[in-house]
């Protein structure tokens, strides 16, 4: 984008994966585009799927469920995460000022 101010920016998103018993889930895949990096279109409504977080645990039983938590936001309330799907969505419209942010 080159116009001003600028409509398009990066953040980097760190997946912090944590454990409560025996064997440590892992992150199988997430489903995007692109392997290292996506994108959102500023037009994107409430509700549009930024990306689904794929993970899977060795453990048997109850210790194999897996749920998924946002755990700090640069911008709260911009994204939310589904506690047992791992997809993230868009929670409202993005406003002119989330673009710098």
Request: proline share 6%; charged share 20%.
């Amino acid at each position: 984008d080159a116009g001003l101010p600028s409509l398009s920016s990066d953040v980097v998103v760190h997946v912090i994966v944590l454990d409560q018993n025996d064997n440590p889930p892992s992150i199988i895949s997430w489903k995007s585009k692109s392997n290292t990096s996506l994108r959102v279109p500023r037009t994107a409504k409430p509700g549009h799927l930024v990306i689904k977080i794929f993970a899977s645990d060795a453990d048997s039983g109850k210790n194999a469920q897996l749920s998924y938590q946002l755990n700090q936001a640069s911008v709260p309330g911009l994204f939310k995460v589904s506690h047992s799907s791992g997809e993230v969505r868009s929670v409202r419209h993005f406003k002119d000022g989330d673009a710098t942010t």
